[in-house]
């Protein structure tokens, strides 16, 4: 099978950065994707990393490591409307090229 | 630019009744299409994709079933529901071959 592993929930301090991690489990392995979703809302893409290394989009920034299976999300100078869930997700051979095996979730908190 | 559209957005059902979720996309042709089910607090589970009009793939045995009559349309059915098909309904895109998943904004199924 395949599984994704990242903490259920992160709490930090407005102003902050944080790191989430993802670690993953699967066959065939093509990229991780980061997506948020606010309570109620649909989730939103944020970043997608085929390639070793760190992507950086404004204070948002994603790393991968291929040979470690492990990536994280880095969000820099938080702010309030951060608070949100953040869900890793694996596009692999296993889940199929155009499908992705996402997550449970990490919780975000941001206090003032 | 494009669109992704579901109704209803908010749904009660009593056990046994049938169901029927619509989604639509706009601005763009021939997307791949993704049925997803959301637990409260949990990740997102893939029920279905389609590659095509016609070309229904399942993920995860059930008693729902999908169609795709129209290239830009994605239906969720199901003859009768039970206590365990209560749930976020997501629909979601994505062009052939792109790294980022659209959503459309979900049904919420209450199953009584």
């Known amino acids: 099978g395949q599984s994704l592993e990242q903490p259920s929930e992160v709490t930090a301090v407005e102003g902050a950065i944080v790191q989430i991690n993802c670690t993953y489990q699967?066959?065939?392995?093509?990229?991780l994707s980061w997506y948020q979703q606010h309570d109620g809302g649909a989730p939103t893409f944020l970043s997608y990393?085929?390639?070793?290394g760190l992507e950086e989009t404004g204070r948002f920034s994603s790393f991968l490591s291929r040979s470690d299976s492990y990536g994280y999300l880095l969000l820099q100078e938080l702010q309030m409307k951060d608070s949100a869930s953040y869900f890793c997700?694996?596009?692999?051979?296993?889940?199929?090229?155009?499908?992705?095996?996402f997550g449970t979730g990490t919780r975000l908190t941001v206090i003032p | 630019s494009q669109t992704i559209h579901q109704w209803p957005a908010t749904l009660v059902q009593p056990v046994g009744s049938p169901l029927s979720l619509e989604c639509t996309v706009e601005?763009?042709?021939?997307?791949?299409l993704y049925w997803y089910r959301q637990a409260a607090g949990r990740g997102l589970q893939l029920l279905f994709y389609?590659?095509?009009?016609?070309?229904i793939s399942s993920e995860v045995p059930q008693n729902l079933s999908a169609s795709r009559p129209q290239d830009r349309q994605f239906i969720l059915s199901s003859k009768k529901l039970l206590l365990s098909d209560s749930g976020f309904y997501l629909c979601?895109?994505?062009?052939?071959?792109?790294?980022?998943?659209?959503f459309g904004p979900g049904t919420r199924l209450t199953v009584l």
């Open positions: 699967t066959s065939g392995f093509y990229g």
């Open positions: 990393n085929a390639l070793d």
């Open positions: 997700a694996v596009r692999s051979h296993q889940t199929g090229a155009n499908n992705l095996f």
């Open positions: 979601a895109w994505s062009a052939t071959g792109g790294d980022e998943q659209f």
């Open positions: 601005g763009t042709s021939n997307p791949n």
């Open positions: 389609s590659v095509g009009i016609g070309q």
